[in-house]
């Protein structure tokens, strides 16, 4: 099993930046990807962003290409989003996504495996 905890989401203004965690732990060895995807009031869940453990390839959905960044640190198991100037569209809960399989698409939230509890980002104008 594996657990993802984020943090380092919060309130503030437009054009702010934030740096979002995602600590993982348990049977990390068994994960391909990790993804960042967000939810906000009244839609559904969509993906942000996804990297590789191994290797570091990155992919972002278009919407946040240019303002997003996704990282990880492996020694700590941790992986992170990077989000500058931010707008008020981004306000939504934030949350944290492991897949354990290589091939499926990781721009599908439903195929993560692994899911965090969320973390509000909230954007004012």
């Known amino acids: 099993h594996v657990q993802l905890v984020e943090s380092g989401g919060g309130l503030v203004q437009a054009g702010d930046s934030l740096r979002l965690s995602c600590a993982a732990s348990?049977?990390?060895?068994?994960?391909?990807?990790m993804g960042w995807c967000r939810q906000a009031p009244g839609k559904d869940r969509e993906f942000v962003a996804a990297?590789?453990?191994?290797?570091?390839?990155?992919y972002y959905a278009d919407s946040v290409k240019g303002r997003f960044t996704i990282s990880r640190d492996n020694a700590k198991n941790t992986v992170y989003l990077q989000i500058n100037s931010l707008k008020p569209e981004d306000t939504a809960v934030y949350y944290c996504?492991?897949?354990?399989?290589?091939?499926?698409?990781?721009?599908?939230?439903?195929?993560?495996?692994?899911w965090g509890q969320g973390t509000q980002v909230t954007v004012s104008s």
């Open positions: 990297i590789r453990w191994s290797g570091g390839t990155t």
């Open positions: 348990g049977r990390t060895f068994s994960l391909f990807t």
């Open positions: 996504a492991a897949d354990r399989d290589y091939y499926s698409d990781y721009g599908l939230t439903y195929n993560y495996d692994y």
